[in-house]
């Protein structure tokens, strides 16, 4: 790096008041660079280096000019969190806990398998739903992720794993994504931007616990696949379960659901914690399969993952079974997701951040274990 680059960086510590490189899309940082009285073709070499190449420094971006480069490294941040965390649970399921500038933490997973590499990010720090079986819910929301923290997830597993092991991303971390689709919407935009992360909207999921006037805005905007968190198919017992159903019940969210311009061939997903007692019946079975008529819908069943505290217990697998059949023998698809990274609190609904509410921190992730560090 040349001198006057060195001075530049010295100078340029990241502040709070400049524009952070990566959470802008292509609009956002089209219009940067034309303030800027840039070409819009240089957003695409921008994206380029920094997301899809995903260098660190402004001086390895070599079909830029020195005047730019300068300019991005004096006129911008791209700071990312810090790794607090890393844990390789025994299946292969990898977590890391990022620290933010502000003292907060989230927590990331990478989940492996034969086929593909899936990211499950967060989108919020905590969460303000209150699902009663969630960790991360339990914690209450500290505040929205801004869209350069949300990326950042992807960069740091990026890094650590190669920059071909991520074939899909899930915004199914901590959070109700949205209620931040102002931070959200870019990130999908990049993700499927082939200048940034190039995944089909078939390999991007957005899951909601049914947020319905966002679920209209994301339907409207973006082409992902969509994951409905439904965990019940009666009003009294989601509203238990899942309190936003006080807000917008079951048969508004059926509604919204059939409205939803799903992409041809496409289905949405249902995602149903089974809990022991609570929600796994055959009568629970037989509810969700009227409730599901006649939308293109696949089922998928969730065994609990235990979190200290909880009150539920999670199914047999001999009831799991006889529930995925009663569904299945309706002409539902329907599927048991494998429990993942339960050994070090990375499964479904086990997410459990740092969270601070100014003075104190409401929630402490473990430090790792040594064995189980890469």
């Not at 679920?215 to 989601?238: C, F, K, M, W, Y």
């Amino acid at each position: 790096m040349s001198a006057v680059m060195s001075e530049l960086r010295l100078a340029a510590a990241p502040g709070a008041d400049l524009p952070h490189l990566l959470g802008l899309d292509r609009s956002g940082l089209t219009a940067l660079l034309q303030q800027w009285g840039e070409s819009p073709f240089r957003a695409s070499q921008v994206l380029q280096w920094v997301h899809q190449r995903q260098v660190d420094d402004v001086a390895d971006m070599s079909n830029i000019s020195k005047t730019l480069r300068a300019r991005l490294l004096a006129e911008t941040r791209w700071d990312e969190p810090e790794v607090i965390a890393d844990q390789l649970a025994q299946d292969g399921t990898r977590k890391w806990l990022l620290r933010l500038p502000d003292g907060n933490a989230i927590e990331t997973v990478f989940i492996p398998e034969e086929d593909r590499g899936t990211l499950c990010i967060s989108s919020q720090v905590g969460c303000s739903l209150a699902c009663s079986f969630c960790a991360t819910g339990a914690q209450g929301l500290n505040r929205n992720l801004a869209s350069h923290e949300i990326i950042a997830q992807l960069r740091v597993a990026r890094r650590h794993l190669g920059l071909d092991a991520i074939t899909n991303v899930v915004f199914m971390g901590m959070g109700e994504p949205l209620l931040n689709l102002k931070q959200v919407i870019p990130v999908i935009r990049l993700l499927l931007d082939d200048f940034a992360y190039g995944l089909s909207a078939r390999r991007v999921t957005v899951s909601t616990a049914g947020v319905l006037p966002g679920l209209e805005q994301l339907g409207r905007e973006t082409p992902v696949n969509l994951a409905i968190s439904l965990h019940a198919s009666r009003d009294t017992l989601r509203d238990e379960l899942v309190p936003i159903n006080r807000h917008y019940p079951l048969a508004e969210l059926m509604t919204a659901c059939r409205h939803y311009p799903l992409p041809p061939r496409r289905r949405i997903t249902f995602e149903y914690v089974m809990l022991d007692g609570i929600n796994d019946g055959d009568g629970d079975a037989r509810a969700l399969v009227r409730l599901l008529q006649g939308l293109p819908a696949l089922v998928n069943l969730i065994p609990f993952n235990p979190f200290p505290g909880s009150p539920y217990r999670r199914s047999s697998t001999a009831r799991i079974d006889a529930f995925r059949e009663i569904v299945l023998r309706a002409g539902i698809m329907t599927v048991t997701r494998r429990p993942r990274g339960d050994d070090i609190a990375a499964a479904c609904g086990q997410l459990a951040g740092q969270v601070r509410d100014g003075r104190r921190a409401l929630v402490r992730m473990p430090a790792p274990r040594p064995e189980l560090r890469p």
